[in-house]
């Protein structure tokens, strides 16, 4: 079991940048998969980016080239560099252990909105 707690969410101008944060409470070196989703106002929930044990990345098509997911296993943290925000990149933002299939994890979410 593991629980992760997100942090970093908040209001931006669009163009703009932010960086979110998990925290997982045991080690996350041997975790297989984790990740990034988003869920906006009366859409469902959706993958943004994931990462493997190995370090392999996985991104949705519309923020290749803007985000970046990272992970450090010393720290046990997760992170996404989010750059060059746009509107239809508000949402609330959770951290993810495991994917969507068998046993998953999830953080309580980060709220992210893009606006001027």
């Known amino acids: 079991q593991v629980q992760l707690v997100e942090s970093g969410g908040g209001l931006v101008q669009p163009g703009g940048s932010l960086r979110l944060s998990c925290a997982a409470s045991r080690s996350i070196s041997s975790i297989y998969l984790m990740g990034w989703y988003r869920q906006a106002p009366g859409k469902q929930r959706e993958m943004v980016a994931q990462?493997?044990?190995?370090?392999?990345?996985n991104y949705r098509s519309s923020v290749k080239g803007r985000f970046t997911i990272t992970k450090d296993n010393a720290g046990n943290t997760l992170a996404l560099q989010m750059n060059s925000l746009k509107p239809e990149d508000t949402a609330v933002y959770y951290c993810n252990v495991g994917g969507t299939q068998g046993v998953t994890y999830w953080g309580q979410g980060t709220q992210v909105t893009v606006a001027s």
């Open positions: 990462i493997t044990r190995n370090g392999n990345t």
